[in-house]
């Protein structure tokens, strides 16, 4: 190629090479792998430090074998492999075994009623095993010392 039809080359339209869209198409692709890569690391992150981020923070449970409800701090729960998985865990709370009776994920993480005059703990019915009402995206949790809807809360 002759120097004047390089330059031929480089103006016609599809031409050549375009710095600006190469460049932006770069940093897009930069963008979307570091957004990618923080999610995952602060999935990971908040998944290996559950009660480690507050260690003071008293965490509730319930025995559903035992009946026995009692308090561990975040620096003493097992490490997040060792939690039970479940409906409680879809919710969000953590299973564990029962110090004391020893039977295996039975222990449920309660969560606090929100009504600032009532403040009780509970485990929400959904996440009692065996007890799963169905994939109801907008069932109502409700506490059951006061009977209030935790939604009414928000």
């Not at 929400?124 to 009414?152: F, K, N, T």
């Amino acid at each position: 190629m002759t120097e004047e039809s390089t330059k031929e080359h480089l103006a016609a339209p599809g031409g050549g090479w375009r710095a600006p869209e190469h460049l932006f198409a770069a940093a897009l692709v930069m963008v979307v792998v570091a957004s990618v890569g923080l999610t995952i690391y602060g999935i990971w992150t908040d998944d290996q430090t559950v009660g480690r981020s507050d260690p003071d923070r008293d965490f509730h449970f319930k025995c559903f074998d035992c009946e026995a409800e009692f308090v561990i701090k975040g620096k003493d729960l097992p490490p997040p492999e060792e939690m039970g998985r479940g409906p409680a865990a879809m919710m969000g709370l953590f299973t564990i075994d029962c110090p004391n009776c020893g039977a295996t994920h039975s222990a449920i993480q309660q969560m606090q009623c929100a009504n600032p005059d009532c403040r009780g703990w509970f485990v929400p019915e959904e996440a009692i095993p065996g007890r799963l009402r169905g994939a109801i995206p907008s069932a109502p949790v409700v506490c059951p010392h006061c009977g209030r809807d935790q939604s009414d809360f928000r």
